[in-house]
């Protein structure tokens, strides 16, 4: 008996760890929400902010916007103890876009890109939309973060992120 209740202790908690991601809910921060500040531009610019006046729940999202015309980029946040399978959940919201899509990526030991999963794309403008997908992680990733990538002239929002075993 002992023994089957360690295994089922190390099974759900103690030797996987339980995936977090840092302030879901964008309650946390000033100018920016806490742990979402990293961005990546492919072209011309965005910026991120944590905006008080349109979000999923109060008091805050997170908003990405093009600066000065179109632009591709994103923002990004660390999963930890990001292994085996999980459901990453969120809500969306899209304006003036060619396209939005949050995506999970990993990341190697030596951070090279070896997974990529889309987890919600628009083309179109949106309100406030849920998406909820379930992901496994190849073994070999190290590193996984999760992202929101704009692409066009235009503003999206993410807010209310989750992962669950
Ligand atoms: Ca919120």
Redesign the pocket.
């Known amino acids: 008996m002992r023994r089957f209740l360690s295994l089922t202790l190390c099974a759900a908690a103690a030797c996987a760890g339980e995936p977090a991601i840092p302030n879901g809910?964008?309650?946390e921060g000033g100018d920016t929400p806490t742990g979402w500040s990293e961005t990546y531009t492919m072209k011309g610019r965005v910026v991120v902010a944590r905006d008080t006046e349109v979000?999923?729940?109060?008091?805050?999202?997170l908003r990405l916007e093009s600066l000065a015309g179109e632009a591709v980029g994103n923002v990004n946040a660390f999963i930890s103890d990001a292994s085996g399978t999980f459901t990453v959940s969120g809500k969306v919201r899209s304006q003036g876009l060619k396209r939005t899509v949050v995506a999970m990526m990993g990341f190697d030991q030596t951070w090279q890109m070896k997974q990529w999963v889309d987890l919600y794309e628009t083309k179109a403008d949106v309100d406030w939309t849920s998406f909820s997908k379930p992901v496994s992680i190849d073994p070999a990733v190290k590193h996984v973060k999760l992202c929101l990538m704009i692409e066009g002239d235009g503003k999206a929002w993410i807010?209310?992120v989750e992962v669950k075993r």
């Open positions: 809910s964008m309650t979000f999923a729940s109060a008091p805050a999202s807010d209310d």
